[in-house]
């Protein structure tokens, strides 16, 4: 049974994915970024396109891959009517483009630098789209004849990283505020529940407000202490809640790294309090992570893996998330658990898989012995409490011997709740692989790199093994071939002649391939 927490998020999720169809897309948010390759780089990006369908976009990946650059372009496509709280630069009351893509002499310029923003509903005489060519002075005009916005309107908010600052380290916040009082606000009662909900203490928010000629400022007060006196977690999420909570209705809220300073423990109540608030106001927020504690906990509809291959960016919407956790360099959970006779069958499944990303998730348990392989994977589901559903019986080929062996196997499978699959043939694996070097003797040949007389003398040696004795097949060929009669010899061996089996028979694999492969996008 699920506990409350994740039951109320997914809940969350499905009023959300209702709310995206009937309300979203009659309003306009954004649905798409695109790089177009006019042959130019923005931060060494010359093409990639995201695609938007929920209105909680995390985007994910390792570092170096893009993802700030693309949060940055989301938060430059509007036009705040009103003077964003994060606003970057005193002189203008939205976000530029220059607030976040500037360069030195040292940097190449950005000029021929192509943007396609792709709106969910149309802003302006029919337009869903808005592109952008950035020229040599400037990316844009924003505002047209009678100070008209050229972007559509749309309450902003950009929380970088800097919420991490501590207060004591800011210039001169100690003399700006400690002669003021707090306020209470109009969000203080939400901050109050939520930030309770979070870190499991009672809070009695209000805000601490200064301004001047060189801007506005704000200390947070948490009841009995203030900014000064809080933890770096408390502030990165108060500061988070903030900008949520006072940010117009409808606006679009960029965060960057969200878990920056924040206990792994509170991810996951944050990621429930953050769905509430767009549920309740109705915003677009758009972050990146890379961490495995929060992407973990992430409803799939808001996962989007980014991908870098050369100077493009390549998008998967809903991944599987270990996959991603394995590519920012965690260690990924196993995904799917595939029970087998023994080693030599772990083998043909390890190399029938060729992705490394892949391997990695898979959890081979060899359990020995055909007849009984659903009852013992049967235990071993129940003592470490693993989900049948990503689960795989891989039989040999010799179950398949006759008929009514391999329907009792399918069955014993089935009714244990498993999926099943087969290796080729009707034979032992150790026959299939004789029979394969016995009709295509090429591939010692190919395999330990021999001429075709001393194949030839392998061959024969090969014949002669009666069916007993045909386990030992594998000593006979790493001693033929010079890796002589040890465990580490003989396994070398038997993983090269597999691996070439697999690739040179790769069609005979298929089934077990797409099954688990299946299994794994899940």
Known sequence: ?????????????????????????????LKSIEINDTGYLLRGIKQGKIDINFPLTVICGSNGTGKTTFLQLAISCFHAPSRPLTALNKSYNYFRFNDFFQYTVKDKPQQGVSICFEYTKEWNAGQKKLNIV???????????????????????EFIGISRIVPAFEKKAYQSRFAHKNSKPVSYSKKMNEYMSEIFHKKYEYSLFEYSDSSGKYKLNDYGSYTSFNA??????????????????????????EIEIGIHPACLKPLIRVILDIINTRTLQVILTSHSPSFLR???????????RCGDSCNFVSQPNIELVIQDVGAKPEKLVHIFCEDSLTSLFIEEVIKRKEERDVLRIVEEGGNSNLPDKACADCSKFKID???????????????DTKEKQAKERAENHGFDWAFLPSTKTPESYIADKIES???ILNEVFDIDEARGSNMLQEIKSLKHKE?????????????????????????????RYICQKYSDEFLEIKEKIQKLIKA
């Open 134 to 156: 950035k020229g040599k002075d400037r990316w844009m005009r924003y505002l047209g004849k009678g100070n008209k916005a050229r972007r559509p309107e749309k309450g902003t």
């Open 388 to 402: 049948k559903r990503k689960c795989l019986i891989v039989y040999d080929g010799d179950v398949r011997e006759d």
């Open 1 to 29: 049974m699920e506990n409350p927490l994740a039951q109320n998020i997914k809940e969350l999720v499905s009023l959300l994915k209702d709310k995206w169809q009937e309300k979203y897309l009659n309003m306009c948010f």
């Open 231 to 256: 933890g770096a977690g408390e502030e990165c999420i108060a500061n988070i809640l903030s900008a949520l909570l006072s940010c117009p209705e409808n606006s679009i809220v960029a965060i960057e």
């Open 470 to 498: 045909m386990h030992n097949i594998f000593l006979l060929l790493s001693t033929r071939v010079g890796n002589g009669d040890s465990e580490t010899g003989i396994t070398e061996t038997k993983r090269k002649i597999v």
């Open 297 to 307: 906990n992430c409803p799939r509809e808001s996962l989007v893996w980014l991908r």
């Open 440 to 442: 295509n003797m090429s």
